[in-house]
């Protein structure tokens, strides 16, 4: 094997299964798919019932966790990321489990935020479709039926519009919902009325009415959904799933136990159990959007996870990704009645003072990205109030959701817009000092930026093509066109640079052209 080719690892915790997939990735990121394993463990049915997970079902986790790390050792892999979605997100004791998981075999379980799994999901069913058309062209439902959650995407020409996770999942339901004494058809209306009282909130906000084309995401239930649905032998890449279709299947298994669909399809009783609430969500969709037919994908979350391991090796950004997240802090922009225009021009002053101070900064492309989304937002507190409004907007920033961002990026992206001007962080601040010693640093160096941008564009009055920015050293000089004021300048950056300049040494110097 050649020295340019790394092997790495995803694993995925689910709620039903622990997935893992080896891939071998060239330095161009170009990669190959060379295992993949599945074992079951059914972390959802506890977390779903009981809020926790139980002993049980924490030893099964450790005994797979060690089978796979010594796949691990046998292919010498360098390069693992793991990621646990719902039943472990919402389990109050998760961080025990990630605890044993460490413990055991020296994995770090990373709990994912519905929007980081969305991204995913993204990146999957885009690297899988040969017709990119689908997902690029006219309004677009992605529907991802997850164990906990029902993760809906809006895509408009291939742009994020909207991201919403549903707390509703295959698994959630029935738990919640099937009882052995349970009629079949009592059980389908039990899941018929909570998929119509939790999806109702979502039919507004992502304007389904309007949607043009629903691609479903069933990951490990596709092969299954197409044998039984559409009567195919394999699910392909995207295939097209028939409301009339799922209306007749769903009347179907209306009247038969999941016993009873095991044994007539010849699927496992697992995937039976799936596969009933997993369509009369698909239903709901299809009749709400009034579309007669669906696009069904057999791509999985763990695709995209291996994608961005491989990007993320080869050193190449996430266009994707990079461009969802700015596509959803300007929809959250919209949201809060932000002036996109002036704020577009601050944060894109922001990220030219990062790249050129990026050498001293220490700070990563993501690090980058995250600032671009604080100077877009960086006055959304005024939505609530004027007075204190940098206070409202760390609140607004911090209570969202910005897709392909954890909580913790997004806190570092309210944190950073919060200090864009008045105080810079103190550590009598209570969030900014609740962030671990490393996340403080790189709020403060963010928002250094930020402050040197926003007395720049109060400076030109918003014109920054009345300034020149040009480093010379340990020196920032602004030169400053006839029609700038320099003393106006010299002022605003005294206060608002100080923190720069503390931060890096430079010192920032207002000129005349």
């Not at 990621?83 to 998981?101: G, K, L, M, P, W």
């Not at 994020?160 to 959630?172: E, F, I, K, P, Q």
């Not at 906000?205 to 309007?210: C, Q």
């Not at 900064?361 to 671009?372: A, E, F, I, N, V």
Request: charged share 25%; aromatic share 6%; glycine share 6%.
């Amino acid at each position: 094997m050649e020295d340019s080719v790394t092997i790495i690892a995803a694993i995925d915790v689910g709620s039903n299964s622990i997935r893992m997939t080896l891939a071998q990735v060239e330095s161009t990121g170009k990669f190959e798919t060379i295992g993949q394993y599945n074992k079951s463990v059914r972390l959802g049915q506890d977390t779903f019932c009981t809020d926790r997970i139980s002993n049980d079902s924490m030893r099964t986790a450790v005994a797979i966790f060690r089978d796979y790390n010594k796949i691990l050792e046998k292919y010498k892999v360098q390069n693992v990321r793991c990621v646990a979605t719902s039943a472990v997100r919402e389990a109050i004791n998760a961080d025990v489990f990630q605890d044993r998981i460490y413990n055991a075999c020296g994995i770090q379980v990373e709990i994912l935020d519905p929007s980081e799994e969305s991204h995913l999901i993204l990146s999957a069913v885009s690297n899988s479709l040969s017709e990119k058309s689908k997902l690029e062209k006219g309004r677009v439902l992605l529907v991802e039926v997850g164990g906990g959650n029902t993760l809906l995407t809006v895509l408009q020409n291939g742009k994020l519009v909207n991201a919403v996770s549903v707390n509703t999942g295959t698994v959630r339901l029935r738990e919640q919902y099937q009882s052995a004494e349970m009629l079949p058809k009592q059980y389908l209306q039990r899941l018929e009325a909570h998929i119509d009282t939790v999806m109702f909130t979502s039919i507004n906000a992502l304007h389904l009415g309007s949607i043009d084309r629903i691609i479903a995401v069933s990951g490990g239930s596709a092969r299954s959904i197409s044998q039984l649905v559409v009567g195919g032998e394999t699910a392909q890449p995207l295939e097209d799933l028939e409301a009339k279709s799922i209306e007749t299947f769903v009347e179907h298994f209306s009247d038969k136990s999941e016993l009873e669909l095991s044994r007539e399809y010849q699927i496992p009783f697992e995937e039976a159990q799936r596969i009933i609430p997993a369509c009369t969500i698909f239903r709901y969709l299809l009749r709400q959007t009034k579309l007669k037919k669906m696009h069904l994908c057999a791509a999985k979350m763990i695709d995209g996870l291996v994608q961005n391991q491989a990007l993320n090796i080869a050193g190449i950004e996430d266009k994707s990704w990079a461009a969802g997240v700015i596509d959803s802090a300007r929809a959250l922009g919209e949201k809060f009645l932000v002036d996109l225009d002036y704020s577009s021009r601050l944060a894109d002053c922001a990220v030219n003072l990062f790249d050129l101070f990026k050498d001293l900064s220490g700070l990563t492309p993501r690090h980058r990205l995250m600032l671009y989304a604080a100077g877009l937002l960086h006055e959304a507190g005024y939505f609530l109030a004027a007075r204190a409004h940098h206070k409202h907007t760390y609140y607004l920033i911090a209570n969202s959701d910005i897709f392909g961002l954890s909580r913790l990026d997004i806190d570092i992206v309210a944190q950073t817009a919060r200090y864009y001007r008045k105080s810079p962080p103190k550590p009598t601040h209570e969030y900014y000092m609740a962030l671990p010693r490393e996340q403080r640093a790189i709020v403060s160096k963010l928002s250094a930026f930020l402050r040197v941008a926003d007395a720049l564009m109060q400076g030109v009055g918003a014109d920054l093509s009345g300034i020149e920015l040009v480093r010379e050293n340990d020196n920032l000089t602004v030169l400053c066109s006839p029609g700038v004021d320099p003393v106006l300048m010299k002022k605003l950056l005294s206060v608002q640079g100080r923190l720069f300049e503390d931060l890096y040494g430079v010192n920032i110097v207002p000129e005349e052209k």
